[in-house]
């Protein structure tokens, strides 16, 4: 499997845009990349997967450079709600899915 | 509404006692999943299930056990053997072990040990 590297935490001011940036140097050829948000005392919620490039949905961008050894989760103009911790899996077909500790963040007001 | 029933809520074992997780899901998915989460960490696999009637162990799997006799249903015991049992417990499936589809998962049971 893929190990992932990100930043343990966080902190945002509301309306400010927030980048996390996962690591992961050795992601094989067949693997995506899928980017989890979990709330306290709640099941983490699938939020944006992508292989390559730039991928966007309602809530979130999610950038891949030519390389894929790295990823980049973008929030447009965070919120309180979006306190949350945020992981970052990388390798999902035909593995056992794997959660490191994820990235801690925190929106303050 | 599809989606994944976690129960109970909350779960109190007293010392030497097996419990069961139930884990119940309406959307026809055949892979489904047990994580353990402690305060502050990510989660961890105990056991996953492809498909009915198959299981393999997580990461850490030792003092569980699970059973897989209905699609719709993956229980887990925490028996007497596991020493720490008192963590926050997640089921999870997707439509297939063999994709990228992404994870539901259910709202979790915290379990504590009295």
């Known amino acids: 499997l893929a190990k992932t590297t990100q930043p343990i935490s966080m902190d945002s001011y509301e309306g400010q845009e927030v980048n996390i940036t996962c690591s992961h140097n050795n992601i094989a050829t067949n693997d995506y990349i899928t980017w989890y948000q979990q709330f306290p005392s709640q099941g983490p919620r699938f939020i944006i997967q992508g292989y390559k490039t730039k991928v966007t949905n309602e809530v979130a961008s999610l950038f891949i450079p030519a390389d894929r050894k790295s990823s980049t989760l973008s929030l447009p103009r965070v919120s309180l709600s979006d306190t949350a911790v945020y992981y970052c899996?990388?390798?999902?077909?035909?593995?056992?899915?794997?959660f490191g500790k994820g990235t801690r963040l925190s929106v303050i007001a | 509404d599809g989606g994944i029933t976690q129960s109970p809520k909350y779960l109190f074992r007293k010392e030497g006692q097996n419990v069961t997780l139930s884990c119940e899901q309406n959307l026809n998915h055949d892979a489904m999943y047990w994580y353990r989460q402690d305060p502050g960490q990510g989660l961890r696999l105990i056991y996953y299930s492809q498909i009915v009637n198959d299981f393999q162990k997580g990461d850490i799997a030792e003092g569980y056990s699970v059973s897989r006799e209905k699609k719709e249903s993956f229980p887990l015991t925490v028996t007497s053997a596991q020493k720490n049992p008192t963590a926050f417990y997640l089921c999870?499936?997707?439509?297939?072990?063999?994709?990228?589809?992404?994870?539901?998962f259910g709202s979790g049971t915290q379990l504590s040990v009295l």
């Open positions: 999870a499936s997707r439509t297939s072990y063999a994709t990228n589809e992404k994870l539901f």
């Open positions: 899996l990388v390798g999902v077909r035909n593995t056992p899915l794997v």
